[in-house]
């Protein structure tokens, strides 16, 4: 099935796709707001046609952008990019290999708090029949 990106016809199963489970742009306590920002690192030998998708209660926004071979994209706060207020999980769709980081921090006069999280891809969560404990 082909789908169409940013003008050019994509098969789908050329997607690598990656998630990260926490996003946001919205208002936090005491002036303070929640961001996003994501990083990805192309591991393939072209240029990477990436596709954000924003996932949220609302539907699912879009942002379409390219990262060349052997580099690097940096998406400050990524879901005030795609003109969206509010939290999600971001799902990133590539035509190449990347290596996916978001950090989801509340900003403040004071400074920052938040946390670093990993892209993972979709088999690596559990399979039909697989269990796993949370501690």
Known sequence: MAEDYAGLSVFRECFHSYWLANAAHLAGMFGSHWLT???ARNLGTGTAHVQFRLYSSD????????????????FLDLVGLMGYEGKGCIEVRSDQPLQVSG??????????????????KPT???????????L
Do not use: K, M, P
Request: glycine residues 18%.
């Open 59 to 74: 539907g699912v926004e879009h942002l379409f952008e390219s990262v060349g071979s052997g580099a690097q994209g940096t």
């Open 37 to 39: 920002d994501v990083a």
């Open 124 to 134: 690596d969560g559990l399979s039909s029949g697989e269990s796993a404990t949370l």
């Open 103 to 120: 950090r989801i921090f509340n900003q403040a006069d004071e400074g920052t708090f938040g946390q670093y999280v990993d892209g993972y």
